[in-house]
């Protein structure tokens, strides 16, 4: 089974920048659809992005949109998640995850959907 590390996170001012990133082990990372997510203290979890295997389709949450990039190097089995311009309210363990049934753009936001998860980077924004 696939196993997920995330890395890159950590503490950083408002309107700053971070780049997180993922490696998953094993030799089909191609075909998996990868999302990252992330939860905040006292809050459910919550769906940030997600991009297909090919890369060709990306879905990001509104929260995020123009702020957040997800893409992903299939050659070094790593998924990143470029964030800018962060706010106080992006603070949250972020976390990556991996879908290896994809069935579709509506599947990509649904956190049930994913079957391997990492542990989980924590990712704090200073105001």
């Known amino acids: 089974q696939a196993q997920l590390v995330e890395f890159g996170g950590g503490l950083v001012q408002a309107g700053g920048s971070l780049r997180l990133s993922c490696v998953a082990s094993?030799?089909?990372?191609?075909?998996?659809?990868m999302g990252w997510f992330r939860q905040a203290p006292g809050k459910e979890r919550e769906f940030v992005a997600a991009?297909?295997?090919?890369?060709?389709?990306?879905h990001h949450a509104d929260s995020v949109k123009g702020r957040f990039t997800i893409s992903r190097d299939n050659a070094k089995n790593t998924v990143y998640l470029q964030m800018s311009s962060l706010k106080p309210e992006d603070t949250a363990v972020y976390y990556c995850?991996?879908?290896?049934?994809?069935?579709?753009?509506?599947?990509?936001?649904?956190?049930?959907?994913?079957?391997?998860w990492g542990q989980g980077t924590q990712v704090t924004v200073s105001s």
């Open positions: 991009i297909t295997g090919s890369g060709g389709t990306r």
């Open positions: 094993g030799r089909t990372f191609g075909s998996y659809t």
């Open positions: 995850a991996a879908d290896r049934s994809y069935s579709g753009r509506a599947a990509l936001a649904r956190d049930y959907e994913y079957d391997v």
